[in-house]
């Protein structure tokens, strides 16, 4: 095992190539563009608008959306968003700031903890396969709570082996002080993962006994409910049981036993997410996958596939299904995927998918131009329109200069496939800051947030007809009721709803989106026959 007071810094001069990149590839995938895409919604709207609202309110305890008490969340990530803010303005960049540095942490934490018991490079790559995969690239620039939380359970769980390994009470401390925080960010999930993951694995190696003394440790009891009591507390003194209804409940206890909102599933919802979620990294996700038996016999990768495996499995059970759900247990995969690299010998196989996925990124206009007469949603048609001229010559260059950079790489002998891999990585993350992202909020906020400038420009009071959009209320500055319009008002709609309102003016139209003035009907139409 490497030492643990080994020098950092001289470790990273050790492995300067592996070190570059993971600091590049976090740029990429998390700060680069971070404030040029507008919000997008549902998740992101609802959040930062929560969080407009906190600040606008002065209530730092409770949180509302358009003017109703808002139970999804704890609220840690509001506090940290409204910080944000109060720093930076109500911009996007400040909504999604404590995203972009929770993963990076995140991250970090991933490979101080690879390093302590592996090493430096299998440190840096665990900690790159991590931040370069395309699902942890999209949760870590989005104003939403699950960076956050995956840094903090990350911080819970690995905190929870070393001390199970080293027996050190600090450790045993951090995971506790980490759990704390967890339950301000999301809740019960926070303690049932490591709680879960720890049972499993003490049972396996028939050690209950360290278990049961760690979970009942009063200190680190203590230390938890000293971080997230009060908040608890403070909240059920001002909202009652309506409180525990709506969190505790609803969004926790239904949301596993049957489907919410219509996000449900089949058993096998999730592996496709899995391999989309990894990309461009899916050889070495096979290649784990492949070799769990001889994993198993190792302690620390043992581990880490039984936080995987039973993230992966509770979720697959539960009646709600949303793609981000397994990223909690996603971590321990990583670090099972770079444990596992040495086996891999062919550096073109394993260069393969990222080949394959750039060229298919190259195809992609193509693709959304040719699908767009057999949508059924007229929506989403409007939306699409022209959309092949948002991605532009620079688009098509940078995806043939990923295509023929990553087969030039299969070639070249002189650098490890460590080094390979996250240099592909890096692409992928650079595709998704500069050109994927920008081009889809483009195509789908980027209507809204210009609706909402124009009503505030002119100090029009609207209402949402027919859509939910939390974006738009965040823009706008004010609460936007969501009703039917009636003669007078302002109405924000999709341009397929232009038929419920026959008389109407238009006031701005683009990809689907419209902001009318609803008028009265014509005098005639009011006659009626005797």
Known sequence: MPAPDRPLFADLRASPLLATLLVVGIALAFFVGLGNVPLFDLDEGAFSEATREMLERGDYISTFLNGEPRYDKPVLIYWLQAVSVLAFGVTEFAFRLPSAICATVWVAIVFLFVRRLRGTEAGLLAAGLTATAAGVTVIGRAAIADALLNMLITAAITSA????????????????????????????????????????????????KTWFRAVFDWRGIALMLVIAAPWYAAQYAKEGDAFVRGFLMKHNVERFSAPMHGFDGSLFFYVPWLFGATLPHVVPLLNALRGIPRAWADDLQRFCLIWFGFVFAFFSFSGTKLPHYVFYGYTGLFIVMALQVPRLKSHALALLPATLVFAALAALP?????????????????????????????????????????????????????????????????????????????????????????????????????????????????????????????????????????????????????????????????RTTP
């Open 366 to 526: 193509f693709g959304l131009e040719a699908a767009i007469p057999g949508l059924r949603d007229a929506y989403y048609r409007e939306a699409l329109t022209d959309i092949r001229a948002q991605f532009g010559p620079a688009y098509y260059a940078c995806t043939a200069l990923l295509v023929v950079g990553t087969i030039a790489l299969m070639r070249v002998t002189s650098i490890g496939l460590p080094a390979k891999l996250l240099a592909t990585g890096a692409g992928m993350a650079a595709m998704f800051a500069v050109f994927i992202l920008p081009i889809a909020g483009e195509a789908q906020q980027a209507p809204i947030k210009e609706a909402a400038l124009l009503a505030r420009a002119n100090n029009w009071h609207a209402v949402m007809y027919g859509l939910n959009t939390p974006s738009y209320i965040v823009y706008r500055g004010e609460l936007t009721p969501r009703r039917d319009p009636v003669p007078g008002d302002i109405a924000l709609t999709k341009t397929k709803r232009l038929v419920d309102i026959p008389h109407h003016e238009i006031l701005y139209r683009r990809h689907g989106i419209a902001l009318v003035r609803v008028l009265p009907p014509p005098a005639d139409a009011k």
């Open 161 to 208: 082996y070393l001390y199970i390994t080293e027996k050190d009470a600090r450790w045993l401390r951090a995971s506790f002080i980490a759990i704390g925080f967890g339950l301000l960010a999301k809740g019960p999930v926070a303690v049932l993962v490591p709680l879960a993951t720890t049972f499993i694995y003490c049972a396996l190696k028939r050690d209950l």
